[in-house]
């Protein structure tokens, strides 16, 4: 099983990344999947979730500005974050979660800063 993210970079305040993660050796059509990131000596906190039927759930945190969605034909989840702050710099994680089971992915770094 893989969870590859990609898309991270460093971006100015008030700019957008895309965020992808391709997974490989599951079903990927039955997992839930999240978002999480991790800033420096900061919890691990999740972002966005998409459910295996496409309900989502944000943080209030990003709410209104990042939007998470699902490919399932690609095997892959995106996250879509638009309007970045400085507090949004953290390294992103993907996760895939069905029942007991959760894989992760290895986490991409995003840094907003001018």
């Known amino acids: 099983v893989q969870l590859v993210e990609s898309g991270g970079g460093l971006v100015q305040p008030g700019g957008s990344l895309r965020l992808s993660c391709a997974a490989s050796?599951?079903?990927?059509?039955?997992?839930?999947m999240d978002w999480y990131r991790q800033a420096p000596e900061k919890q691990r906190e999740l972002v966005a979730s998409?459910?295996?039927?496409?309900?989502?759930y944000y943080a209030d945190s990003v709410k209104g500005r990042f939007t998470i969605s699902r490919d399932n034909n690609k095997s892959t989840v995106y996250l879509q974050m638009n309007s970045l702050k400085a507090e949004d710099t953290a390294v992103y994680y993907c996760?895939?979660?069905?029942?007991?089971?959760?894989?992760w992915g290895q986490g991409t770094q995003v840094t907003v800063s001018s």
């Open positions: 050796g599951i079903v990927f059509s039955i997992y839930a």
């Open positions: 996760s895939g979660h069905a029942g007991p089971t959760t894989y």
């Open positions: 998409i459910s295996s039927g496409g309900g989502t």
